[in-house]
């Protein structure tokens, strides 16, 4: 059943009516509305009523569509579960980690997030309007970085190190007069990865890079070594 439904099978449109499929006492439905949508339930029908929605091509703003009732339901009776999702989605961590333990740790992070935005809601006098979720959360992180300063090292001097030369000021790039002269690239050139010749060379610096990648890397990595072998030679 659930394979006849699937987007590779069944391509279903906006302006196209519900598909449903039954098995036993468990009812399917497809159906697009923003975007495509699946339902299943053990106590509905393939049942359809009259639904105005709105619609910006219309001349009145809305038309008439067939509507499960399913989904009808669904939208009345979801809970809290569904609705904490929801918010979730907004701001949702995109980054991937391999370490199992931090896929946790944002999502706790961020439900913790959520329900304080619930509670400081709920919090207002009847009158006033709340930040938005945005908002709300910058000024939770303006919060936990107020007062925050910089530990000294052992010598008084700030733990941060300063930036080097070719990280800061303007830099411009050009070609050896001596067009036999072609030294190895800075950046790119290395006896594990690959020799790489160049012509060119940072006039401020000194020192002999290929003009595009590798003096863009140069100038704005830290690490530019390790950078270049994951940029250019996908090490």
């Not at 002269?181 to 610096?205: A, F, G, L, M, N």
Request: charged letters at 30%.
């Amino acid at each position: 059943m659930t394979v006849d439904l699937k987007p590779n099978v069944l391509t279903l449109n906006k302006e196209d009516e519900p598909v449903f499929m039954r098995s036993s006492e468990l009812m399917t439905c497809a159906m697009v509305d923003t975007k495509r949508v699946h339902f299943l339930s053990s106590v509905h029908h393939d049942n359809l009523y009259d639904k105005r929605v709105r619609d910006r091509k219309s001349s009145s703003g809305f038309r008439t569509v067939e509507w499960p009732v399913m989904c009808e339901d669904y939208n009345q009776h979801m809970n809290g579960v569904v609705f904490l999702d929801q918010k979730l989605g907004s701001y949702a961590y995109p980054h991937k980690s391999s370490k199992w333990y931090m896929t946790i740790y944002h999502h706790v992070r961020e439900v913790a997030l959520v329900n304080r935005y619930i509670v400081y809601c709920k919090s207002l006098p009847a009158d006033a309007k709340p930040v938005s979720p945005r908002v709300f959360r910058e000024k939770v992180i303006d919060g936990l970085l107020d007062g925050y300063e910089l530990r000294a090292s052992k010598n008084g001097q700030p733990s941060q190190t300063e930036m080097p030369d070719r990280l800061t000021g303007r830099h411009f790039v050009a070609k050896y007069d001596d067009h036999k002269y072609r030294p190895e690239c800075t950046v790119c050139s290395d006896k594990s990865w690959r020799r790489v010749q160049t012509r060119h060379y940072c006039i401020e610096c000194a020192k002999p890079m290929c003009p595009v990648d590798c003096f863009r890397i140069y100038h704005t990595y830290k690490d530019c070594r390790s950078t270049a072998g994951r940029l250019i030679h996908n090490l």
